[in-house]
């Protein structure tokens, strides 16, 4: 929940969210208008990967197949490599949501 997030001691760098809406609002958020994505920011995560809205499990496994298959150190570079994998799911699967996820930071 948001509240356990931010009652983290530390966040990891990198926070990959990859169930449906996990950077919208939250309702039943313990903070108005607060979301998983935001919350993991607030208490110092670099940065987060997250969805607006609800998405075929087939697609999240698919994105985030492309995203994990090259594994890269810095944040630049995961961004860079989530940017690829949108732009694969884009030429490979134009009908899918892909572009529900979003790499956000601070």
Do not use: K
Not at 32 to 37: F, G, K
Request: hydrophobic content about 50%; overall charge negative.
């Amino acid at each position: 929940s948001v509240g356990d997030i931010l009652a983290l001691q530390a966040a990891p760098r990198l926070v990959v969210l990859s169930n449906c809406n996990t950077s919208g609002v939250l309702e039943a958020a313990p903070v108005a208008d607060l979301s998983l994505a935001a919350a993991f920011l607030l208490v110092g995560a670099e940065a987060v990967i997250g969805t607006t809205r609800p998405l075929h499990d087939q697609t999240e496994a698919l994105l985030m197949s492309r995203f994990y298959a090259n594994p890269v150190q810095l944040l630049g570079e995961v961004e860079e490599a989530f940017r690829h994998a949108q732009l694969s799911m884009a030429q490979d699967h134009p009908g899918s949501d892909w572009s529900s996820f979003r790499f956000i930071t601070l």
